[in-house]
């Protein structure tokens, strides 16, 4: 890690002082003024990197809880050919796709029925 920055310290000294060398009468002035601005060039790239793979990955994120919430149904299209088909059933907008067959856009009405449920009753003898 320390060996990491002095290697880098090294070559922007080594850079400054090669910039510097152009101006011999105020070498010293040029060599700190590239130094100052080599390091703040390599800074504000290094935010904006950062920034960049923050955002790839919030990106990502969001991409994996749009496939996690997706719910697939077979339904079958309303034409009169039979033709099943599977579509992605949302709840939060209207869901339309086109039947492979008719080549109808065909919309999805969610109905939720709730029925009572039998529990078996076990007798023993
Ligand atoms: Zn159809």
Known sequence: MIQKFLISLGITALVSGLI??????????????????????????NTIYENRTLLKAEQIRIEQ??????????????????????VIVR????????????????????DIKPVLTTEPIYTQK
Not at 24 to 38: E, G, K, P, R, S
């Open 65 to 86: 809880l749009k496939e996690a919430v997706k719910q697939v149904a077979l339904v079958e299209c309303p034409c009169g050919q039979k033709n099943r088909q599977d």
């Open 91 to 110: 709840f939060d907008e209207n869901v339309t796709y086109k039947c492979s067959e008719c080549n109808k856009t065909i919309k999805l009405d969610i």
């Open 20 to 45: 510097a060398a152009l101006f011999v009468t105020h070498w010293i002035l040029v060599f700190l003024l590239a130094f100052v601005v080599q390091v703040m060039a390599f800074y504000i790239g």
